[in-house]
């Protein structure tokens, strides 16, 4: 079957807090052709959080079991609790035109690279500044001060992988950034790549992890 009859895999990475949720969910909700690939995960939901909504919430021995079934195209653990991408839900999509958006780390992303013949895009967002991911993790964990030390402190090996995607974005304003992303994503689908500006992007991760 031609690479057309199919859906296109894009892939959002972030450091936790730069808005990789957000703008995938921005996404799906203004672009009738796209749909989030909803994870498995052991952790606990969010008060606001639905089942099947935002993730799939199992327990431990369910997620070892879909593991053991190679029931995953990647899986992953990070800050304590596992992540996983049912490949089933993927491929029916996919088969059905419908394009695929991951909201996944770079855990993930390394995974679903090595498969073959997967159509895949990828993209790293970038926070403005580590003030501005400070507050937006104050706002989601209040008051949960190891929790946002734990991110925080994470954040340099987030960005170390940034080279890893064919995209990167500054998210210093949701809707610039998500015109931005929406543009490429346009090119893309009409087989256009579009150039990259490394040296710009080199001195932004240089000023947000010094």
């Known amino acids: 079957m031609d690479a057309k009859d199919y859906g296109v895999m894009f892939i959002l990475s972030s450091p936790s807090g730069a808005g990789k949720t957000t703008l995938t969910k921005k996404i799906a909700e203004e672009n009738s052709n796209f749909s989030i690939s909803i994870s498995h995960t052991t952790r606990t939901p969010r008060p606001n959080e639905i089942d099947g909504k935002e993730y799939h919430f199992i327990n431990q021995e369910k997620f070892n079991l879909l593991i053991e079934n190679n029931d995953f195209y990647e899986y992953a653990k990070i800050f304590n609790n596992y992540y996983g991408t049912l490949k089933k839900p993927v491929i029916n999509m996919l088969s ?9 780390d770079w855990q993930g992303t390394q995974q679903l690279k090595k498969i073959k013949d997967l159509n895949l895009v990828t993209f790293f967002i970038l926070p403005q500044n580590l003030e501005v991911l400070k507050k937006r993790l104050l706002n989601r964990h209040g008051g949960q001060e190891k929790l946002i ?41 009409k087989g256009i790549k579009v150039e990259k500006n490394l040296e710009e992007i080199k001195s932004k991760v240089k000023k947000l992890i010094q």
């Open 149 to 189: 030390k734990e991110r925080m402190e994470k954040f340099n090996e987030e960005v170390s992988h940034w080279e890893e995607y064919d995209y990167v974005v500054v998210n210093d304003d949701l809707e610039i950034c998500y015109n931005k992303i929406l543009n490429i994503i346009k090119s893309e689908k």
């Open 96 to 104: 059905n035109k419908i394009d695929v958006l991951f909201d996944i």
